[in-house]
């Protein structure tokens, strides 16, 4: 059973830092591509990083670009998202998400369950 496990959210205040995780089993994880999703409130939600089955290939928001770092060990079934100098406008559920490719495209198949960040003073 495919499961993805969000985890590394919480409070940060701007210009504070966070690592989230997501833990993936039930499928050959080291064959897709990964992305990182948000959602805030009343917003819709917004493609924010991609990474590669290999992790030779990246991809950023404009809105995170220089801050956010996307990587995986696929030794571990584990993506990260290191984010840096949060701002209130990254607070959102922040959600991993599996590709139905090798290469990030624009076909995310199947979501975690979400990981909260809020960045507040």
């Known amino acids: 059973q495919l499961q993805l496990v969000e985890s590394g959210g919480g409070l940060v205040q701007p210009g504070g830092s966070l690592r989230l995780s997501c833990a993936a089993s039930?499928?050959?994880?080291?064959?897709?591509?990964i992305h990182w999703f948000r959602q805030a409130p009343g917003k819709e939600r917004e493609g924010v990083s991609c990474?590669?089955?290999?992790?030779?290939?990246?991809n950023y928001a404009d809105s995170v670009k220089g801050r956010f770092t996307i990587s995986r060990d696929n030794a571990k079934n584990t993506v990260y998202l290191q984010m840096n100098s949060l701002k209130p406008e990254d607070t959102a559920i922040y959600y991993c998400?599996?590709?139905?490719?090798?290469?990030?495209?624009?076909?995310?198949?199947?979501w975690g369950q979400g990981t909260q960040v809020t960045v507040s003073s």
């Open positions: 998400v599996v590709d139905k490719y090798f290469y990030c495209s624009d076909s995310p198949s199947y």
């Open positions: 039930g499928f050959t994880f080291n064959a897709y591509a």
């Open positions: 990474i590669n089955s290999i992790g030779s290939g990246t």
